[in-house]
């Protein structure tokens, strides 16, 4: 198994970089600013999604929203951890300069809004209007105060790559049933047809029972890694792993494992003891699956041959897991491409 190559002078000199720059903060929010120079010049060495909060000095909800939402210290700490934070004056005077691209303010009119608002914004003013980057460059336009339970899965849907992959009205249904006590107001009106199936239940097993069970049985494991800041991996748990239809898929068909990739217990696959690495480090069972792919979730399918069959990162929903479990339960790997198998199949869980 391949062990972790780690990458100690590139993380240190990306917090040389972050630490040289003097963000400021706007009270009583402690949320660390940046210049849009400044996180598009970090993007470069480091990509991350952008949070660009668009106001202007008369718009009473910009100060509100500052006062109350940003000051959450959970959001704050949320943002500052998984964006690069940036505060605009779509009315100020600066000269922004982005993409290679000069920004100024035309000084025409009674309020005159900024060249760079005029474009992060397609020319729709409304404030505030929170603008996020994701990690294509790909803009999305978010007008409007918002409180703390209405930002939540926006963060973390945008910080963890999930907008490449699924629409925002089904997110946010997710997001809301895995957490609806406190989204009583919004689900009040749901009936039992309209609410996620969450019915199933996943037999876990331990990877030594999984991977013996394996080597026996020749039925391939499913090891689902998942940690405690991953905020998609528990929507993954609490809602998709519970779904009926997935649950018979994996039962039926894998020996699925849940592991904590940080954990520091020891384990044994396929009679390999493998140890934790310290608090906050990768486990040495994620360092041989993943390499240095550390994005999570993320699904792991390993063969009684002791070889890796697929591997898949970033949060799935049930729609799309039935397709994958689907392709893999049977070895259609072997011999038809993931594209052209879902083509022609005829699931039971709708979009």
């Known amino acids: 198994m391949v062990k972790l190559k ?14 040289s720059f003097s963000q400021i903060t706007v009270e009583p929010s402690p949320i660390k600013w940046y210049t849009i120079e400044e996180a598009d010049s970090l993007f470069k060495i480091f990509p991350k999604p952008m949070l660009i909060d668009v106001y202007t000095e008369w718009c009473g909800w910009c100060k509100h929203m500052m006062k109350t939402t940003f000051a ?35 000084k025409i009119g009674k309020k005159p809004k900024h060249d760079f608002a005029k474009f992060i914004l397609k020319g729709r003013f409304s404030f505030p209007t929170i ?38 009205d089904d997110w946010k249904y997710l997001y809301q049933h895995n957490y609806h006590k406190n989204y009583k107001e919004e689900l009040a009106k749901e009936t039992d047809l309209q609410k996620p199936d969450t019915s199933g239940v996943v037999k876990w097993y331990s ?12 039925k ?23 779904d009926s239809i997935i649950a018979k898929l994996i039962n039926d068909n894998f020996y699925p494992v ?84 879902v083509k022609s199949f005829e699931g039971t869980i709708k979009k």
């Open 220 to 242: 391939p494991l499913l090891i689902y890694l998942h940690t405690d800041w991953c905020q998609s991996c528990k929507i993954e748990t609490g809602i998709v792993f519970k």
């Open 131 to 168: 603008v996020y980057i994701d990690r294509q460059r790909k803009m999305y336009q978010i007008p409007g105060y918002m409180k703390i339970k209405e930002i939540e899965p926006l963060l973390v849907y945008f910080s963890e790559d999930i907008n490449l992959t699924m629409n925002y």
């Open 207 to 218: 990877v030594k029972e999984a991977s013996n069970l394996c080597l026996v049985n020749k």
């Open 72 to 106: 959450h210290k959970g959001i704050a700490a949320y943002i500052n951890n998984n964006f690069y934070p940036v505060r605009f004056d779509a009315e100020g005077f600066d000269t922004i300069k982005y993409q290679g691209k000069t920004y100024t303010n035309p």
């Open 258 to 341: 849940k592991f904590n990739a940080a954990s520091q217990e020891k384990v044994y696959l396929f009679g390999q003891e493998l140890t934790g690495n310290g608090k906050g480090n990768p486990h040495k069972l994620t360092q041989a699956l993943l390499q240095q792919s550390f994005k999570f979730p993320a699904f792991v399918f390993v063969n009684y041959k002791k070889q890796k069959i697929n591997e898949v990162h970033g949060f799935i929903s049930a729609y799309q897991f039935e397709r994958i479990l689907s392709y893999l339960k049977g070895g259609k790997y072997k011999t038809q491409k993931f594209e052209d198998f």
């Open 6 to 19: 780690k990458n100690t002078l590139i993380l240190i000199f990306i917090f040389f970089i972050n630490t």
